[in-house]
């Protein structure tokens, strides 16, 4: 465990700074500064003591600082790590940083998910073991290279003319005969006799004409497609409107939507008015909902496919078919009973072009207006059933034709006595045999053979190597995608990750995901920027969310956390308060479970909070201040910084009792018990110091009652316990199904109203 910051000098906003030297710290340590003091400076010695990486502390030598960075940072054991002369002495901490590194080296870039991280992750989830199998993996595979290298270069040795047309191995693998040369003039004579055959051997038999068909199925369903969950009353206010506003209006108003869901506006870009008082706005957001753009999504998908399924190179391959059909017909005619082609393709072109462009407007109108029931007039159905019918008509041309054909294959084997390509095959593997025999050649199919030899036996080698790792990483990413998805739901995210697995590549092993919203599956990467993808679907908080939900992850699935020195730098950055509660939540849980936990942060009322969670251990606390032009280390009062939330717990549970607000449940029904406690430490200070819990102190005024040291009367003692009770199903510490704890409504509007009562005497 670090015990002190001994020194920092010439590195980033210090100078020379021996003040840590008396600052210990515990095994929950926090650390407050305001920006640009030098916390992410503070982090990154941190993370360049656990990598051993001498990096992250030599691009932040001290602006005209005199000297090299020097730091001194000891150890519970009076052990120093020093760092000096451009590296560390020794490496006796393992240490793991979250920070702007970690997420950008591991599991994201902005809003980009490359292969590096994918790769880095890959190792972060497979541990020191996996790292050590893959390793293990990866030098087999390297040395399998170096004999592909060996195989090339003796394989070029033995060139095209020796071989015949066979490839290297194959040509090495023949097997010699006593009898080659006459075996080879034979050969030459068949093939000789063979080049007289007819030109039948060399044609073609008939192939089936096909053009794509129409799904008016699927197209009539589509068209007449409306959404199901937008009232009646929402329905026909707004498409009143749109119609007021004129052609196109559903269209543009749909995109200013869209704009303000995305910006999450509460004003109108354009007049700045209010939009939360806007009825229409609020009808616009029912009217145009996820299953609108899924309509419109799909509708478009509908466009794209018949663009491609009825694209002119289509409908030209179709017209080629048909010529070539007919010069083979004429060919074919003087040997066999077969019709003439009777097929009119500039009919069939014309009804398939009609019908294509009669769909295509169809699609375009209900993409247009997707609300609307585009109906099919009778026209166009006519004009589609004419082309089915040409369509079928052709499957009866193709049936008599592929009939033909067994015809063709009779008189193509009875035609010829033999095959040209065959005898011409035989022919050259014979000179290639001849070839491979002869001293010079042989010499270099033997040593061919010998590095074809040790490359199988390092390859079985490699399948081992790979079934180990593979056995491994089967067992650890399900149990990794188990833990991530579990700290995701802690974090209430709207989404999951899915098919976290394993990917082998030649530039190495590399971890691959989707993210899971809705069920539905969303990948990290997309060559398409029209399609979802993680950098589209996902918040700034969720992105946060899900970096948090890896690291702390990854922390659970280490065998030897115990050992682990925790460094955590402003995790709640775009967090929401449920996000930073429950980070709060995590760390105070982290803490017994590894070695040490240091939490750096901008965010004074994050770490306050987190003090106040964490009375039980207690953590130590220090600052980053301002000295001179340089920064310091200093000791941090939090007691003195710290802000009640009672205020805001007693603004919410009134709030309820008022208005009913349901959004607001869950949070009123925690906070009762903080505004019980917090009454309770205004009115007992001396028998409730913070840190305490309301159960014993109630214990306490049990025991108290009727005496001369009285706290509460009795009926104020049974009503703490009673508000106490109901209040502690909505706590971690005395439920552990708290976050899925059902509310009742009237239940909690009762203890609401008695808990303020009670406060208020």
Same mark, same amino acid.
């Given at each position: ?14 100078d ?9 710290l515990?095994?929950l ?6 920006n ?12 360049s ?15 005209g600082?005199?000297g090299?960075?020097?730091?001194v ?6 052990n ?5 002369d ?11 940083v979250f ?17 590096g ?6 190792e ?26 060996v ?10 003319q020796?071989?015949?047309g066979f ?30 055959s007819?030109a039948?051997?060399?044609r ?10 129409f ?10 497609k ?12 707004v ?8 052609d196109?209006?559903?269209s ?22 209010e ?24 509708v ?14 289509v409908?030209?391959?179709f ?29 069939i ?20 207006s997707?609300?609307?029931v ?7 159905? *006519?004009? /589609? =059933?004419? +082309?089915?019918l %040409?369509? $079928? #008509?052709l499957?009866?041309?193709?049936a008599?034709?592929?009939?033909a @054909?067994?015809e ?5 084997e ?6 040209i390509a ?59 995608? *188990?833990? /991530? =998805?579990? +700290?995701?739901? %802690?974090? $209430? #995210? ?8 394993s990917?082998? @590549?030649?530039g190495?092993?590399?971890c ?27 918040s ?21 956390r115990?050992?682990l ?12 308060d449920?996000?930073?509660l429950?980070? /709060? ?10 070695e ?25 606390t220090m ?23 009672h ?21 009123v029904?925690?906070?009762?018990r ?17 840190g305490?819990?309301l ?7 049990q025991?108290?009652?009727?005496t ?13 316990r ?8 909505f ?24 808990t303020?009562?009670?406060?208020n005497?």
């Amino acid at each position: 465990m670090l015990h002190n910051i001994s020194l920092i000098r010439n590195i980033g906003k210090f100078d020379s700074v021996d003040a840590g030297s008396g600052l210990n710290l515990q095994e929950l340590a926090l650390i407050y500064a305001e920006n640009g003091r030098g916390k992410t400076t503070l982090a990154s010695i941190l993370r360049s003591l656990g990598n051993q990486e001498s990096l992250p502390i030599t691009q932040r030598r001290r602006l005209g600082g005199r000297g090299e960075p020097h730091v001194v940072i000891t150890d519970s054991n009076a052990n120093r790590a020093v760092f000096e002369d451009g590296s560390w002495n020794e490496n006796i901490f393992s240490i793991l940083v979250f920070d702007d590194h970690f997420v950008t080296d591991n599991i994201y870039a902005g809003t980009n998910v490359d292969s590096g991280h994918r790769q880095n992750l890959h190792e972060l989830i497979i541990g020191a073991e996996g790292v050590a199998l893959n390793a293990s993996l990866q030098s087999i595979v390297q040395r399998i290279e170096q004999h592909n290298q060996v195989l090339r270069e003796r394989g070029a040795r033995i060139t095209t003319q020796m071989r015949f047309g066979f490839s290297v191995d194959e040509f090495c693998e023949l097997q010699n005969s006593d009898s080659i040369d006459v075996e080879i003039q034979e050969a030459e004579r068949a093939l000789s006799a063979a080049k007289k055959s007819a030109a039948i051997s060399q044609r073609n038999e008939f192939t089936p004409i096909v053009i794509p068909d129409f799904d008016m199925e699927a197209l009539g369903l589509l068209l007449s497609k409306i959404l199901s969950n937008v009232e009646t009353t929402a329905l026909e206010r707004v498409q009143n409107h749109l119609d007021e506003l004129g052609d196109g209006s559903e269209s543009w108003v749909a995109q200013g939507v869209n704009l303000t869901n995305e910006r999450e506006l509460d004003d109108c870009p354009f007049c700045q008015q209010e939009l939360s008082g806007s009825q229409i706005i609020t009808l616009y957001q029912s009217f145009f909902s996820r299953e609108y753009l899924a309509l419109k999504e799909e509708v478009t998908s509908a466009l794209a496919d018949l663009m491609t399924t009825h694209r002119t190179e289509v409908l030209a391959a179709f017209e080629r078919n048909v010529r070539k059909l007919i010069e083979d017909r004429q060919f074919w005619a003087e040997f066999i009973q077969i019709p003439e082609v009777a097929i009119d393709t500039a009919v069939i072109t014309q009804f398939w072009r009609n019908s294509f462009d009669a769909i295509q407007s169809l699609l375009s109108s209900k993409l247009e207006s997707p609300l609307e029931v585009i109906a099919i007039g009778a026209e166009v159905r *006519e004009t /589609i =059933n004419q +082309y089915h019918l %040409r369509r $079928n #008509a052709l499957s009866d041309v193709n049936a008599t034709y592929q009939e033909a @054909n067994h015809e063709i294959r009779r008189i193509k084997e009875s035609s010829a006595a033999s095959n040209i390509a065959t005898l011409d095959a035989d022919l050259n593997r014979l000179r290639a045999i001849n070839s491979r025999y002869t001293d010079a050649v042989s010499e270099l199919c033997n040593d061919y053979i010998t590095e074809t030899t040790l490359k199988a036996a390092t390859e079985v080698e490699r399948t081992e190597a790979r079934q180990a790792l593979d056995d491994y990483r089967n067992r650890v990413f399900p149990q990794y995608q *188990e833990a /991530i =998805n579990r +700290y995701l739901v %802690r974090f $209430n #995210a709207g989404y999951r990750l899915d098919n976290v697995s394993s990917v082998n @590549n030649r530039g190495g092993s590399s971890c691959n995901y989707n993210v899971l919203i809705e069920d539905i599956a969303v990948p990290i990467t997309s060559s398409n920027d029209t399609e979802p993808s993680f950098k589209t679907t996902l918040s700034s908080g969720d992105r946060n969310a899900l970096a948090l939900a890896f690291f702390f992850a990854s922390i659970e699935m280490n065998p030897s956390r115990e050992e682990l020195i925790v460094i955590i730098d402003d995790p709640m950055t775009s967090l929401d308060d449920h996000r930073t509660l429950t980070t /709060i939540q995590q760390i105070r849980e982290l803490v017994p479970t590894v070695e040490q936990v240091i939490v750096l942060s901008h965010s004074k009322p994050f770490l306050c909070n987190l003090w106040t969670a964490t009375q039980n251990m207690p953590p130590s606390t220090m600052k980053i201040i301002r000295s001179g032009s340089s920064s310091t280390l200093s000791n941090w009062d939090v007691r003195a910084d710290s802000i009640t939330e009672h205020d805001h717990n007693y603004a919410l549970v009134t709030d309820f009792i008022e208005n009913g607000n349901d959004e607001n449940k869950r949070q009123v029904a925690v906070a009762l018990r903080p505004m019980l406690e917090a009454f309770v430490r205004v009115t007992c200070p001396n028998m409730f110091p913070p840190g305490s819990l309301l159960g014993p102190f109630i214990g306490m005024c049990q025991q108290r009652e009727n005496t001369s040291n009285q706290i509460f009367p009795e009926q104020k003692r049974i009503e703490l316990r009673s508000l106490l009770d109901y209040a502690n199903q909505f706590h971690h510490d005395t439920n552990p199904a708290w976050q899925t704890q059902i509310i009742n409504d009237q239940e909690l509007l009762d203890h609401a109203r008695r808990t303020i009562s009670f406060i208020n005497l």
